[in-house]
């Protein structure tokens, strides 16, 4: 799990360095254990290094981060062909408040933080340390490391794994505002061999409209609805060519062996003047999909051996 | 083209006997020529026909109709199996007023006529022979032989044909209350062999909905609307098991050979609980169709080609 | 319910003579008890004693009809202005063999029968009469009537009301080919006075797509969806200046003082370049519709409260 | 300008300090100009200032953003209650690299910027700073003013506005990844007196769909295009309580004073459990919104005309 590991392993990227959130996404991918983490700055360093090779994937946050993500990582997945999102990942986001040993609450002057961490913990210090200084961080993992490299903090701000990266002193569990806040990550890598269905799976893919016309987005839908395909996220992107043209992100439930996800795709591809597949991957949440008779597999079986009958 | 001819002709069976609408829609069909004409009485008598074998098709009114037909036509289809339209003519709907030669408009007193030819060139009458009185015939045709039967009629209503039939003199043209009206007829046989498609074809079928809940009908015609497949005809008809029940019955532009109808088709069979396939056949009005490319043979072809590169 | 009766009555007309199904369907009528029934010979003309004032209401088949109707009356209430449905009836179409008292089945040789009747006692006749022959009748009340007039016919086939106009004998009762059988009949009158709404009502309207583009049709029936109207007859009808122009002839649920109906109308009305209300009236089946809270009134006023308070 | 004017100004709270990108947004606001604004940390504060009635308006990045934004805004904007949007700002988002008077590039060897800045300038940086590095600041302008407070860096990275604020030497113009990059702001207010339609209007909506059935998204959105209504904006955003439920952030082409989105957002109250009306305001790229006559104010004004007359 180091980077200057063998030259036998496989190398993973992340947003680094040892201890974020994305770390503890990586930690829960069983074919990375024992292999190379590659820590990086950002999203799209993490993707770099899998367009070119360096790396077999790279964990990146998709939804609802306190990393960055969500929209940096939408549109570097839609402009940067040949990926493919090969499994996804929830990471509990709690916060700690940290010090050197020794260190008590009431010692505490400045903190160091993460400035989006510090946003996030907001009440929690508006409450408990009312007249604190903030001193911001490159990462969350940096705020903490900085406690041993000077004095101007007296605590930082800090995700629950950093104790394994630290010898320090917990001041407060929990600080978040939301309490019960998640990140969604996925794992990123290329090539077209896609997990194997689960039953509990998704998949991604981001289209474009053909046109401005009012209700091509309702067109597009029914693409899912009539095979009776589920979406769990849809989310409309500025395509950045002009102003007021958009692509769209979409999460499907079901795996593109499922009939009546390849269907839709077919059905899409047919509609859509640019369709971008990301991948059939299992879902974190592990939700088994359910699907009507009307619409699963033997439905689509049926009514291919129905239609070669009627015409010899 | 006599019921008596050799037994090595093939039957069609039409609305008899010889001069109705029927046989005028029968005589534009090539491969009928030469063959055993069959006259009935009705609709289920000359499908009878075909599905005993004793007629290799049958010719019978399905549209707008002085004849019968529409709804006798369309449920005789729903619930008869085994049968396929296999062509689609057009007749225009003329009526003469016809008497034996020698008589004069002046003359007429006494007029035969079917019930609903006369319901249908009430106007005209009631202009030209406003004191007139009306016996009824079985048939169009039926009324103008009945002037060399007996004498209790001076003139008779029947379809254009009827002097190729009998010697009788025209006192009057066109006098249908609509001058351009229409009947359309089908041919209808039985089996699995189809027309070739001609780009200009029409797919009949007649599909039930799952249940009675609001929306169905717009989800069954989401399977059309997403494939870019046109209807030329929508009809309900009662399923006559219970009261609120529907089928329906769809005329779609297009064969089953094309992809899109063909892909409708399956997205059609999946949805509904009982489709009924009645045939793939060209159009009376040999008008063209036009697919924009997004729904063509190619668009189903290379999105499949796309799919196949997804996954391996 | 004389013709000749005296000038204070309100006059009804009917496919005649007395003893039809469609007298049949008058008799339901509460208001028309005591009142004039002046019997006619055809659709057109019911409908035009309506549009000249000679009668206040028409009774007319409008469904699965053995006495003509169906396209005939559809195509009628879209083209005469200002006609009006004003209630809805059913008559169970049973057929009786009658004959002068006296006769038994075994004398049956000639069977009098309007031609329509004839067709839909095929299979009783074929299984009961193999020999017998038959004389066509203007209407099935004639057909009866003609057994006192000459003896042509041994028997003839009527309603079961024909033993209520003549002393005849019933030889055979429920000769129908299809026993549960029922024409749907709508009372025809004009002006804008509706019927008050029963909690079990229908709304006909017939209305035109702006243009032929595929998925015109859907979005029509988008206007009924999005308010929660449920139909329960949709009829596509050639409208006859051109081949591939359509009508839709259409039966909501619910009354148009009901919001979701009036809504949806008005949705309707910017849609279609022609829509005609054709009227809302009890339904003959008296169910009661069922209105998801989502669409019952009360969601129409709390959703304008609501609005109203957005913008002061 | 300054956050200590007289009494008699209001105040406009923005992500501050001066010189960030959203005071470029809120210097597009004319009734701001002369008025007192007041820099806050974060969205939190800005929105809370608006509701505890400090300030009369917020200045908040909606879409695309290097200084926060976007789904802490659009989830801000859908917990806090009685907020509205009254305007819509475009600042185009570029970056300088800034140094002290008498600096040089090559003299440049610490480079102090926000983290999200400096992701976005990392391919500039990569290229012509190859060896530098980062030292992390609090807000765009913090990394500029820490030029002055001491010596760890050479240079900054900051908005073109800086130049304002600070005696500084500009090394590097447009300097970020991507040239065109905009950041779309909302200028947030309270209460319900809307801005007055222009022609050029945007909607914004949040609403929840009422349960997981599949095509449920599908029906919402029906009620926008049956109104031919556009949208410009749809995003699908975690509720929150539990995984898998989602609400819509939806911004639609028009005013709620425009017929035909007062008539959608009925519908949208109606269909949804949870609608939250966020405002009607000026579109910030001032383009006019075209109509089909079909779905203009008079079509509607017509449709009601129509009905009132359907029913005394």
């Given at each position: ?10 190398t993973?990227s992340?947003?680094g ?23 990086v700055?950002?999203?799209g ?7 070119a ?7 990146i ?7 960055g ?21 929830l ?9 050197k040993p020794g ?8 903190v ?6 510090y946003?996030?913990?907001h ?8 007249n604190h ?12 490391a900085s ?17 394994h990266h ?38 991604s ?8 016309t009012?209700?091509r ?10 095979r ?5 996220l849809l ?14 992100v ?8 499922d ?10 591809k047919?509609f ?41």
């Amino acid at each position: 799990m180091s980077e200057t590991s063998a030259a036998s392993t496989e190398t993973y990227s992340y947003l680094g360095p040892a201890g974020t959130f994305t770390e503890a996404a990586l930690a829960q991918v069983p074919q990375a254990i024992g292999q190379t983490w590659h820590p990086v700055n950002n999203v799209g360093q993490a993707l770099d290094d899998v367009v070119a090779g360096r790396s077999v994937a790279a964990m990146i946050a998709i939804e609802n981060t306190v990393e960055g993500g969500v929209s940096a990582s939408q549109d570097a997945l839609a402009t940067i062909p040949n990926l493919r999102i090969i499994g996804e990942y929830l990471v509990n986001v709690n916060f700690l408040l940290v010090a050197k040993p020794g260190t008590t609450l009431a010692d505490v002057k400045v903190v160091n933080a993460h400035p989006v961490a510090y946003a996030q913990t907001h009440l929690w210090l508006d409450s408990n340390l009312p007249n604190h200084e903030h001193i911001p961080a490159s990462s969350n993992v940096a705020a903490a490391a900085s406690l041993f490299e000077n004095d101007l903090a007296d605590a930082a701000i800090a995700p629950p794994t950093i104790t394994h990266h630290h010898d320090l002193a917990v001041l407060a569990e929990n600080i978040g505002d939301n309490p019960t806040a998640q990140t969604r990550f996925v794992l990123v890598g290329r090539g077209t061999h896609l997990p194997d269905p689960t039953g509990s799976d998704k998949t991604s893919i981001i289209a474009e409209l053909p046109d401005n016309t009012a209700g091509r987005l309702l067109e597009m839908l029914e693409q899912f609805a009539t095979r009776g395909v589920n979406m769990s996220l849809l989310e409309s992107r500025p395509i950045g060519d002009e102003l007021g043209r958009y692509r769209f992100v979409i999460d499907l439930d079901g795996h593109v062996r499922d009939e009546r996800v390849a269907d839709a795709l077919l059905g899409l591809k047919r509609f859509s003047p640019n369709v971008i597949f990301l991948g059939s991957y299992p879902r974190a949440d592990k939700q088994q999909i359910s699907v009507t008779p009307r619409y699963d597999n033997q439905a689509f079986q049926d009514a291919r051996a129905w239609l070669a009958t009627l015409d010899d």
